[in-house]
């Protein structure tokens, strides 16, 4: 654990809002972004994933990194706005072969999304093979199987994990224990719902080497779980929260290097569950300009093929990978 761990004070709910930023500007009938992109799917194709940031009421659960808070509304939305954000982005992208509707929140919350909107949403997401939501561990429940009985494609629920480390995950303020989540996992393999886990590399109180191995333990244990698609995402600053563990000497973001020990450590045996690295803005965690680019690209490729690509060679003082 990072030096004084023992004398950090775990930040409340109403400290998390205190330490916030504004939030952007965002409208009920307007997905906030959506744009297509590349993965892997489960039976080893590539396929064109359409992805629609979906505007709507803020999360009740305050996680301590969370900043997904910047882009929601205040308000809940009315019954058919999200149906009608879905709409307005498929008009726009390219065709594709799966959706993920992410909503900064939860799918099944229904101060969300009214239960009554299902089957418009999945008549609009009836041209595709798979439709990814997101959702928290306790909210996983009776809704997710109306919602998947709706659909012509699958449904999968991507759940935050975060970390199995037993003393920090607590302290994400996350509302959630590993029991819990494995229950969720449980109920959603039952009902032939897949599973997606987000899992937090390096985050606070967690040294690099640290980060590393908690972030393939939590792989692991997902894995265990029944979650067939996992992607290990580098903990950011930008939320106030973080910010303030940073000036406490409680975090500090990961190197680009280690998202690539992560994924050496886990692609080097083929694996029966996908593993991504999250590239968004992923420049930002390197120290080198001149090898940035090709250890972005590097990632991409093993996120594409999952399997262990060669180590970019470089002078500079970023670790080398493999």
Not at 75 to 81: E, I, K, M, T
Not at 84 to 108: C, D, H, M, T, V
Request: glycine share 4%; charged share 25%; aromatic share 8%.
């Amino acid at each position: 654990m990072i030096q004084n761990f023992s004398e950090t004070t775990k930040l409340t709910t109403a400290e998390i809002l205190r330490l916030r930023g504004s939030k952007n500007v965002v409208s009920s009938s307007r997905p906030y972004t959506f744009m297509v992109e590349q993965e892997r799917s489960a039976n080893g194709e590539i396929e064109d994933v359409a992805t629609v940031f979906l505007a709507n009421s803020e999360c009740p659960y305050r996680c301590l990194m969370c900043d997904l808070w910047k882009n929601t509304l205040d308000h809940p939305v009315h019954s058919g706005a999200i149906a009608e954000q879905i709409r307005y982005a498929l008009k726009r992208l390219p065709s594709a072969k799966s959706i993920k509707l992410y909503n900064s929140g939860n799918f099944f919350d229904a101060r969300a999304i009214p239960r009554t909107d299902y089957r418009e949403i999945a008549e609009l997401c009836s041209p595709f093979d798979r439709v990814v939501v997101e959702n928290h561990p306790a909210l996983c429940n009776q809704s997710c199987v109306a919602l998947n009985e709706l659909l012509d494609g699958r449904l999968e629920i991507a759940m935050g994990l975060e970390t199995v480390h037993p003393e920090v995950l607590p302290l994400l303020n996350k509302q959630m224990t590993l029991e819990r989540f494995a229950e969720a996992c449980d109920f959603l393999v039952s009902n032939s719902i897949a599973i997606r886990a987000f899992v937090l590399l390096r985050p606070p109180y967690l040294d690099e080497e640290e980060g590393i191995e908690w972030a393939v333990k939590s792989i692991e244990f997902a894995a265990d779980c029944g979650v067939g698609c996992i992607a290990v995402i580098p903990t950011r600053a930008g939320n106030g929260a973080i910010e303030f563990l940073a000036e406490q000497g409680a975090f500090t973001p990961p190197r680009l290097s280690s998202l690539e020990s992560v994924l050496d450590n886990v692609l080097k045996e083929p694996k029966a569950y996908r593993v991504f690295g999250d590239l968004w803005d992923a420049g930002r965690f390197s120290s080198c300009d001149r090898c940035v680019d090709v250890r972005v690209q590097r990632i991409q490729n093993m996120n594409l093929t999952q399997t262990f690509q060669a180590p970019v060679v470089c002078d500079c003082t970023e670790p080398v990978s493999g």
